[in-house]
């Protein structure tokens, strides 16, 4: 197995209250790990120590080592030589809720591009090509203007994962990605996650065990902020 | 109880809005019986060709002209300055200060937004008194109007870009951080544009405090009668100020109605400024957030 990801030691706090324990763990590369486990187990918080995006909130403290092997480096992405928006562009995240930004189709995918600082000229082609791999074109190309948010659930949750994806980014965080669509959505979703899975490592948080059998390649379980 | 209590909050809410549009009606209907009668090409460019007036070719010396243009220059200057400042410390504010720099700044701010207009007009002459004794040719003039009519707006400007960026809910900072994007850029291409309503919402308040401010103005520059400014340094003639004057020192009907008149031009430049601020919101927001 080739491991894209290894944590050692995590622990995390939230003002005084523990939410992960002591956790270490290795990711296979080009996979898709799910984790599960009981509400309020820290699972959400556990990928958010992965792309730093706690760092966000105020009032959080964690401890231990997260390395990413990527190009084939091994990088602490916790190093004081490690830019954040370097590594939230390497390791996308999609939400359990969709969140559009209110703007429009075009605007949602173009942004990404944009604060990457790439060329203006390509990004027509390139929010073609997201859209296309989320299966959205032929329900958008002729709407791009219109805001994100007149989209169906499903949708707006595929555009997501489409201006996740557009950065290329080595790994993809899922956040519950389904809980909030219907079964047909959840399953449009099901399939684009396994067409990705060659582009990019997926961690997913999932409470559907059904999903999980369809979908993982890997199971992890977390329990009271540990994991097994 | 409840039944009743939620009944009478109704009516209580259906006749202060009922009120309140009611005044709003009677005011406006007021003001054009008395001012339409007075609105004419004689009360803009006096005894001035219209075309003479425009070009500069010749003084307006008994028309509102010099007036009206004063106006339009005070309230562009007064957004010129006070703008930048305005956003820049709203947006400190909203998305950079602590909490101890935040209370103190607001405390500040606060303070500055309770201070009476006259008291600002106050601080302006003395200043240019002031500053009169190192730069002679410094007297009472349109700068120094514009200056301290931008102290007067900034708190409005400051507050409203404040909260409009506070208002946003936290996912969309979040989005945007999980998108790779720091906080500037968050700001600039996230939270700003999402913000534009409510920072336009201040900035339309601001256009008409400096367009009806008199206080200020009076102890800062304007005169009765001094043609339209060729320069900053210029003292300068203000519609407010016009209203003002025709209104305390009026000799007959006619010149009460020649000042009801300057009131229905100042208010359609309001409603003029309010639109152009709109639309350039509009075109601004659709811009940023619609157009690839």
Redesign the interface.
């Known amino acids: 197995m080739k491991k894209i990801i290894e944590i050692k030691n995590l622990s995390f706090y939230y003002g005084k209250q523990q939410i992960l324990d002591n956790i270490s763990a290795e990711f296979a590369a080009s996979a898709i790990t799910a984790i599960t486990g009981p509400s309020g187990s820290g699972k959400s918080t556990f990928l958010m120590t992965i792309?730093r995006?706690w760092e966000?909130l105020n009032g959080a403290t964690m401890s231990g080592r997260v390395s990413l092997f990527l190009d084939h480096e091994k990088l602490d992405i916790y190093g004081r030589d490690v830019s954040?928006?370097?590594?939230?562009?390497k390791v996308?995240?999609v939400?359990q809720i969709p969140?559009p930004?209110?703007?429009?189709i075009?605007?949602n995918l173009?942004?990404?591009l944009?604060?990457?600082g790439l060329p203006k000229e390509n990004?027509?082609q390139k929010v073609e090509t997201a859209l296309k791999q989320a299966f959205l074109w032929p329900e958008v190309k002729d709407r791009?203007?219109d805001?994100a948010r007149t989209l169906s659930g499903g949708q707006q949750q595929r555009l997501c994962i489409a201006?996740?994806m557009i950065?290329e980014p080595a790994i993809l965080l899922l956040d519950e990605p389904t809980s909030s669509l219907d079964e047909k959505a959840a399953r449009e979703i099901e399939s684009l996650l396994l067409t990705l899975k060659d582009q990019c490592t997926q961690l997913m948080v999932s409470h559907d065990q059904a999903q999980v059998k369809r979908v993982a390649d890997e199971v992890m379980e977390m329990v009271a902020g540990r994991m097994s | 109880m409840t039944r009743v209590f939620d009944f009478l909050l109704y009516i209580f809410a259906w006749i202060s809005g009922l009120i309140l549009v009611g005044a709003c009606g009677t005011f406006m209907v007021f003001l054009l019986t008395q001012g339409l009668p007075a609105l004419s090409f004689d009360l803009i460019f006096g005894s001035t060709g219209m075309w003479d007036a425009l070009l500069l070719k010749r003084v307006v010396s008994d028309g509102l002209l010099p007036a009206i243009v004063g106006t339009f220059l005070l309230v562009f200057l007064v957004l010129l300055t006070a703008l930048p400042f305005g956003l820049g410390a709203g947006i400190y504010l909203a998305e950079y200060a602590g909490k101890r720099s935040k209370s103190f700044f607001s405390l500040i701010f606060d303070l500055l937004a309770g201070v009476p207009s006259i008291v600002i007009g106050l601080f302006g002459f003395s200043l240019t008194i002031f500053l009169h004794k190192h730069f002679t040719f410094l007297t009472p003039c349109l700068l120094i109007s514009a200056l301290a009519l931008a102290l007067l707006v900034l708190p409005y400007l400051i507050r409203s870009t404040q909260m409009a960026l506070e208002e946003l809910p936290t996912?969309?900072?979040?989005?945007?951080?999980?998108?790779?994007?720091?906080q500037a850029?968050t700001i600039r291409?996230?939270l700003l544009?999402?913000a534009a309503a409510g920072i336009f919402s201040g900035i339309i308040l601001a256009i008409g405090r400096a367009a009806e401010d008199t206080a200020v103005i009076m102890l800062t520059g304007v005169v009765v009668s001094a043609g339209i400014p060729r320069s900053l340094f210029n003292s300068y003639e203000a519609l407010p100020f016009y209203i003002y004057y025709m209104a305390s020192q009026f000799s007959d009907q006619q010149e009460l109605q020649q000042g009801f008149g300057a009131a229905l031009i100042l208010l359609a430049i309001c409603g003029l400024l309010f639109t152009l601020a709109w639309l350039i919101r509009k075109k601004i927001t659709a811009r940023?957030?619609?157009?690839?």
Do not use: I
């Open positions: 792309n995006l966000e954040l928006s370097w590594l939230r562009r996308g995240m939400f969140n930004l209110p703007m429009s075009y605007r173009a942004l990404p944009r604060m990457a990004f027509g791009l203007r805001d201006r996740a950065l | 996912s969309l900072r979040l989005t945007a951080a999980a998108l790779g994007a720091d850029t291409f996230v544009p999402q940023l957030l619609y157009h690839h």
